[in-house]
């Protein structure tokens, strides 16, 4: 069974960092590309950016580019989204998610991540 | 980037009728290496990720009732629920998967009527 596992609720103050993660089992985590999706508040989704966890290859949105950044750790098939510095406007729901291709619809959904920046 | 809009933002509908939701892309989509329009369906319940419901403009994803159906070429799209059940109370949302980054419409609330 595909299943693509993120960590909790986070909670921080403005000007602080934070790597979130996304595990994925049931299928080959190498050969598939994970993105993310940003849900502000009430809103709709935003596609972040796409990493393929064979080699790193990495495309961001333009929108994305620069604010955040996406890694994956092959060993323990599990992908990352970092900010080096929260502002309160990255307050959000963030799901990742597969796609079969970098330009591949997403097949399967992590749970989501909320993220709460608030001093 | 490519834009997608959705029409209506909201609709009603009473249980066992037709929904007919719109998406428009800003240009084509058309993937000429297969011919086949990058254009998907998700639906988002209330407190859930989305799921992926059609692909392809029109290729049902595997354990979608047949209820849901997706068609258009091009520009234009359409998603159609036929027979809307309770469980179709969702917010759906339009992506184009031609090329990154990948773009949504804003998405439509589907309620009963």
């Known amino acids: 069974e595909v299943q693509l596992v993120q960590s909790g609720a986070e909670v921080k103050k403005p000007g602080e960092s934070l790597k979130i993660s996304c595990q994925g089992s049931g299928y080959s985590f190498t050969t598939i590309w994970i993105g993310w999706v940003r849900q502000m508040p009430g809103k709709g989704l935003e596609w972040m950016g796409v990493?393929?966890?064979?080699?790193?290859?990495?495309k961001y949105s333009p929108s994305f580019q620069g604010q955040v950044t996406i890694s994956a750790d092959k060993s323990i098939s599990t992908a990352y989204l970092q900010w080096s510095s929260l502002r309160v406007s990255d307050t959000a729901m963030y799901y990742c998610?597969?796609?079969?291709?970098?330009?591949?619809?997403?097949?399967?959904w992590g749970q989501g991540t909320l993220v709460t920046v608030s001093s | 980037d490519i834009v997608m809009t959705q029409s209506p933002d909201s609709l009603a509908v009473s249980l066992g009728e037709r929904a007919t939701i719109n998406c428009k892309s800003s240009q084509s989509v058309l993937y000429s290496s297969n011919n086949k329009n990058s254009l998907a369906w998700y639906q988002q319940r209330p407190g859930q990720p989305p799921k992926l419901l059609i692909y392809?403009?029109?290729t049902r994803e595997s354990g979608v009732p047949d209820r849901f159906s997706g068609s258009g070429s091009g520009t234009d799209f359409t998603l159609t629920i036929n027979s809307l059940q309770a469980e179709d109370v969702a917010v759906y949302f339009c992506?184009?998967?031609?090329?990154?980054?990948?773009?949504f419409g804003q998405g439509t609330k589907v309620e009963i009527e």
């Open positions: 998610a597969r796609g079969r291709a970098r330009t591949a619809p997403f097949d399967y």
């Open positions: 990493i393929y966890p064979g080699d790193s290859d990495t």
């Open positions: 992506q184009q998967h031609y090329t990154t980054p990948q773009t």
């Open positions: 392809w403009a029109s």
